[in-house]
């Protein structure tokens, strides 16, 4: 069965940091780019940041650059979003989606993110 399962998300203050995680499991991970989205309400869903299969190359929003990373770890099947000097627009909910050339197309569930002092 594949999954993504999201972890980390809460609450976390303006100026503050947070780091989402995203386990997979039921496909290769290896042979998958994993990207990050996020949602806010009422807005469209935008991606956050991407890294390639082998995690050689990333990419990231204009908004977020310089404050965010993206990593991912193949012996422990995940991919990780530090996010540092949290904005109230960073507020949302944040999905995983893995994709493959094969055609995967796999999503989480969402982890939320509250920004709020």
């Known amino acids: 069965q594949v999954q993504l399962v999201e972890s980390g998300g809460g609450l976390v203050q303006p100026g503050g940091w947070l780091r989402l995680s995203c386990a997979a499991s039921?496909?290769?991970?290896?042979?998958?780019?994993m990207t990050w989205y996020r949602q806010a309400p009422g807005k469209e869903r935008e991606l956050v940041a991407a890294?390639?299969?082998?995690?050689?190359?990333?990419k990231y929003a204009d908004s977020v650059k310089g404050r965010v990373t993206i990593s991912r770890d193949k012996d422990k099947n995940t991919v990780y979003l530090q996010m540092n000097s949290v904005y109230p627009c960073d507020a949302a909910v944040y999905y995983c989606?893995?994709?493959?050339?094969?055609?995967?197309?796999?999503w989480g569930r969402g982890a939320k993110v509250t920004v709020s002092s």
């Open positions: 989606h893995g994709a493959s050339w094969a055609g995967g197309d796999y």
């Open positions: 890294i390639t299969s082998a995690g050689g190359s990333t």
């Open positions: 039921g496909f290769t991970f290896s042979s998958y780019a």
